[in-house]
């Protein structure tokens, strides 16, 4: 089952967009393997997998992407069945652009999307929960329902370092 793109600019010339094809990967490795947290350091490689295996991508453009080269500025990707599950992860927009509305833009585009409005969502965050709580997101708590296992990069390396050889 494929999913259609969805577009939306705003008053002000910004563009958001689901279409993979406008992706700025150098603008998105960057940010994530530089500036980011949580991705610090990462490969390209593993930056590109994981966009090709989501099941969106939102990109955030200053200007319309479809019409010459405008400055990708922000980017977040769901991973989701759609029905039941979605996790939100690599959201960012960058610091030069932050202070004008687009993260609360770009979640209110997010959680509206028809196919995933209903889904148990999911995300990870330091320093960015009072953004997500303005969008229902609530901390975890201890419930005994609730599981999780913790990421593994050694073992993600090591499967990537072997198909690379």
Request: charged residues 25%; proline residues 3%; hydrophobic residues 35%.
């Amino acid at each position: 089952m494929s999913h259609e793109e969805i577009e939306f600019t705003s008053k002000d010339g910004f563009y958001i967009s689901t279409d993979k094809n406008l992706l700025d990967i150098d603008v998105i490795y960057n940010f994530l393997s530089q500036e980011s947290y949580w991705l610090e350091g990462t490969s390209r490689e593993l930056v590109e997998t994981s966009i090709d295996n989501s099941i969106l991508c939102y990109g955030i453009y200053d200007g319309d992407p479809t019409k010459g080269s405008p400055k990708q500025i922000g980017f977040a990707r769901v991973v989701s069945d759609l029905v039941r599950y979605s996790w939100l992860g690599d959201v960012f927009v960058l610091p030069e652009y932050r202070g004008k509305g687009l993260s609360k833009w770009l979640m209110t585009i997010i959680i509206e999307n028809p196919k995933l409005k209903g889904t148990n969502f999911h995300l990870g965050t330091k320093d960015a929960h009072t953004l997500y709580e303005q969008f229902g997101f609530k901390s975890v708590e201890k419930n005994g329902i609730s599981m999780s296992r913790p990421l593994d990069w050694d073992s993600i390396n090591a499967i990537y370092k072997k198909e690379t050889v």
